[in-house]
């Protein structure tokens, strides 16, 4: 069944109270319902060269890519569209690789990155490193990426509890990134969405600042007016020490419903009948 879907949007990036510049970089697509979030790293300034490369590739690649599907009136199931972030995000990684053979100051430039695709009632969430997706269903909010780090490793060990993670000196130590190798590992993951659903994106710089139980708070508090509550997510982060740029996308699905059938389905269906 098909269905039509209302999406809100918003995005906020800054520099925090510690950092020089800023290094995260978001791009949303609202024609094509897709948003990308990366946090760069690197000395002279590369992180930032490569975060705004992974994010202006994988978008232009992907809307490219769904263009073409339209135009061809292509079937998008979910492996498809999985399929198709994960095409973008190799993009992306090879342009960083591109740009780094050919300018060496970005040499050893790389960045996080964390993106997502909604079709339908559908949405297909992609990562690579530690920055992060939540969904807040019915006043409950859920982290559905893990984290690429070595912590998380430490957790999934038992060396570590969850709890003292946020504190933990080697939190920032990723295990996968783009701009590293030709390669890159990116996991990806479909969801069902409901209407109400609000899904976060944000960089290690929202995450580290806030724990979860706050973010969900301040989402309970806030559903309906999601520029200002990128603000306050930021500002809240901020408060508690902004050791790290900040960025957080938000995506709320305004509805969804099924759409209404063309005439020429509902006229084979009487048939039928």
């Known amino acids: 069944m098909t269905y039509s879907v209302e999406l809100q949007f ?8 510690v950092r020089a510049h800023n290094e995260d970089a978001v791009e949303i697509s609202e024609v094509h319902k897709a948003v990308v979030l990366a946090d760069g790293m690197g000395g002279y300034n590369a992180g930032e060269i490569a975060s705004g490369i992974a994010t202006t590739v994988f978008r232009a690649a992907l809307e490219q890519q769904l263009q073409q599907v339209q135009e061809k009136g292509r079937a998008t199931s979910s492996k498809s569209l999985q399929r198709l972030v994960v ?21 050893g430039m790389g960045t996080t990155l964390v993106a ?10 992609a990562h690579v490193g530690d920055s992060r997706a939540y969904r807040f269903r019915r006043g ?47 996991e990806v993951h479909d969801y069902q969405t409901e209407g109400g659903d ?16 706050q973010m969900s708070a301040m ?24 050791r790290d740029n900040i960025s957080v996308i938000l995506v709320q699905v305004v509805s969804s419903m099924p759409a209404p059938k063309a005439w020429w389905e509902r006229l084979a269906a009487s048939f039928k009948s």
């Open 198 to 213: 609000i899904y976060l994106l944000c960089s290690d710089g929202l995450s580290d600042m806030l724990g979860s139980e």
């Open 116 to 125: 997502a695709l909604f079709h339908h009632d559908r949405v297909v969430v």
């Open 140 to 186: 409950q909010l859920t982290q559905i990426t893990r984290d690429h780090s070595q912590l998380q490793e430490q957790i999934d060990a038992g060396l570590v509890s969850p709890e003292w993670a946020r504190f933990a000196p080697n939190k920032n130590l990723i295990t996968r990134a783009l701009g590293v190798a030709a390669q890159v590992d990116v």
């Open 219 to 242: 989402l309970a508090d806030n559903d309906t007016d999601l520029e200002l509550l990128c603000s306050s997510l930021v500002q809240a982060a901020n408060d508690n020490g902004g």
């Open 10 to 17: 918003a995005a906020k990036t800054d520099t925090g109270l």
């Open 87 to 107: 095409d973008s995000v190799s993009a992306a990684n090879e342009q960083i690789l591109e740009v780094a053979r050919i300018q060496p100051q970005y040499s």
